[in-house]
């Protein structure tokens, strides 16, 4: 008998991660990172509660960290089997994997140097290039809409999930003895309909389990449009202030989501910003590489975007000027008015964006715009609940700047869209809530009741159920 086991993401957003043993066969589905404050990544370091040796294949939905960011460490523990994805999220988990090597082992350095100084025991990294250069080498590329047998009797097809670049809905079907099939169907990060460069999430009518994401289960986002308004006046009153205007955004997916639209802003003639500043090495690759696959946009923003140009996000906002070196990203503090700043960490726990902090925050004529969620424990969460003194680079900071929270460009679906893409299942599956902080996950979990009778459930930490 098939069965499944919760190992992540469970009552929380980040660290998907969900064991499935069929046919004598063990396949992991997401191999994500915890995310948010000091003590809620300690449990990245964790043992494993399986033997990563013992499986024969790995399937990721998509390339952000929550999803994929341990594939290193699975693999230095003894993981030798394939790894599965969409040929997109393959180059981005790339780029992704190299990134979070080079932090753990420079984070690593920094924290050593004080334990040296202390008498402390001092720490490994989580793990270093040579362990993600091995997962790199057992990925294997696959199409959306091609089954795939990936163990014995357990074949996974992708589907268009319309939340970044290479995202996908997993389908899992297991075939066991007596020609009986059991489908799984594991969301990922849905998308909302609409979402700028990327074509709307795939609606699928079978399934007997269905894990869901739920990080926005407890409310739809405000209209695009709205959103792209209050964005414009935002902006229109930085420029009148004098100030600049920083946006701590994910290198992968809202970055480039704001490029677009800044970029319809400038081809209207309505931005007013003399330079907008991508300050962050990985999104600037991260963009080189949405360029690359422009074929997977929607037709209509593939037609839009290439009336301005060749086609890229380069050529659709001009102003556009891309800040690879540490040099280039220090020069930018000599700019106090007129600019937009785009850096990384999206939560603000770390990267370029806590430096524009220590140069801005304090300044009540700069702005500051949160286009997405801002998980418990990190710098982001904080300032959105009002903290008024902000520790960042061994300094206190005074939060004197102006503060905008836009849901809008959540790349996640709201409730609406989540109850929607579920009802499209012609007989009711089982459902289980997962990516969601728990009070979230039951008020989605009430309004599937409600709206189409399902009793969806929240499972537990290790909860092992059966197909």
Not at 26 to 31: D, R, T
């Given at each position: 008998?098939?069965?499944?086991t ?18 004598g066969d ?6 994500g ?15 494993f509660?399986?033997d ?21 460490k ?5 993981f ?6 969409t ?8 780029l992704?994997?190299?990134?979070a ?9 920094w ?14 990294p989580?793990y ?14 696959t ?10 009797g357990i074949?996974?097809?992708?589907h ?16 066991e003895?007596?020609?009986?099939t ?5 969301s990922?990060?849905l ?16 399934a ?13 986002h405000?209209n ?8 414009q ?26 490029l677009y ?17 991508l ?14 696959y ?5 037709e ?15 050529d ?5 000027k ?7 990203s220090?020069?930018?503090?000599k ?11 999206g ?19 700069c ?7 801002q ?8 300032l959105?609940d009002?903290e ?10 005074a ?13 996640h679906a709201?409730?609406s869209d ?9 007989s ?5 809530l997962v ?9 989605l979990?009430?309004?599937?009741k ?8 929240l499972?537990?930490q ?6």
């Open positions: 008998m098939a069965s499944l919760f190992h992540g993401a469970v009552r929380q957003v980040t660290g998907s991660c969900y064991l499935l043993e069929a046919n063990q396949v992991l589905i997401e191999c990172m915890t995310q948010g404050g000091k003590r809620d990544e300690l449990h990245n370091r964790n043992r509660p399986f990563p040796a013992a499986l024969s294949a790995v399937v990721i939905s998509h390339a952000h960290l929550d999803h994929s960011g341990l594939l290193p699975l693999v230095a523990e003894g030798s089997g394939s790894i599965y994805l040929p997109a999220s393959t180059d981005l988990l790339g992704m994997l190299k990134d090597a080079g932090l753990q082992e420079r984070d690593t350095e924290e050593n140097r004080w334990r040296q100084r202390a008498g402390k025991p001092l720490l490994e989580l270093v290039q040579a362990d993600t250069d091995a997962a790199l080498e057992l990925c294997k590329p199409d959306y809409q091609q089954p795939t047998m990936i163990a014995r074949e996974v097809c992708f268009e999930a319309g939340h970044i670049l290479g995202s996908a809905i997993v389908e899992i079907s297991v075939h003895e007596g020609e009986r059991r489908r799984l169907v594991f990922g990060d998308g909302g309909l609409d979402a700028p460069l990327l074509r709307d999430p795939a609606f699928l009518e079978q007997d389990l269905v894990l869901m994401e739920s990080t926005y289960g407890d409310r739809d405000r695009k449009q709205e959103t792209l308004t209050e964005l006046a935002i902006l229109e009153r930085a420029w009148k202030d004098g100030g600049n205007v920083l946006i701590p955004s994910f290198a992968v997916g809202r970055t480039q989501d704001l639209y800044l970029g319809k802003f400038y081809q209207a003639g309505l931005l007013k910003q003399h330079t907008v500043f300050d962050s090495p990985m999104a600037i690759a991260a963009t080189r590489i949405y360029d690359r422009h074929h997977q946009f929607s209509e923003d593939q037609a839009l975007i290439k009336g301005s140009g060749k086609g890229t996000l380069r659709w906002l001009p102003i556009l891309c800040t690879q070196t540490p040099d280039e220090m020069a930018i503090n700019v106090t008015s007129g600019a937009i700043i785009i850096a990384g960490a939560m603000c726990n770390g990267g370029r964006i806590v430096h524009h902090f220590k140069h801005n925050l304090w300044r009540k004529n702005h500051v715009i949160f286009p997405g969620f998980a418990k424990g990190t710098v982001g969460r904080r959105v009002g008024k003194q902000i520790r960042v680079v061994h300094q206190s900071l939060v004197n700047a102006q503060l905008h929270t836009l849901g809008g460009f959540s790349a709201g409730q989540l109850i929607g893409w579920l009802k499209h299942f012609t009711a599956p089982e459902v289980y990516h969601g902080e728990e009070e979230k996950s039951q008020i979990a009430a309004a599937i409600e709206q189409l009778g399902i009793q969806a459930r499972p537990e290790g909860q092992k159920i059966t197909l």
